[in-house]
């Protein structure tokens, strides 16, 4: 799936479902892996979630524990 072409035709709702699943695990994969280095790289919380589209609070309290728990793991 590297384009929207080659994503299944919602005419075959069984496939284009499983492709939207796929997305939204993908997505999430990816936000999380880019707001773990965007702290790294020293990015305030009000920046993170400028990028995001999503109020400060909605930012910090979707991924603070990720990235508190894997300070912990260092």
């Known amino acids: 799936m ?4 080659t994503l299944p035709s919602a005419d ?4 284009a479902l499983a492709a939207v699943v796929a997305l939204r695990h993908l997505a999430e994969l990816l936000e999380r ?3 773990k280095e965007a702290i ?6 009000s ?3 400028g990028a ?3 109020s400060k609070q ?3 309290k979707r991924h603070a524990t990720d990235i ?3 300070k912990k793991d260092r």
């Open 40 to 45: 790294k790289q020293g990015w305030s919380w």
């Open 52 to 54: 995001l589209g999503v």
């Open 33 to 35: 892996q880019a707001v």
């Open 12 to 15: 075959n709702p069984e496939e």
């Open 47 to 49: 920046e993170i979630a």
């Open 2 to 5: 590297k384009n929207i072409e």
């Open 68 to 70: 508190h728990s894997s």
């Open 58 to 60: 909605a930012a910090h």
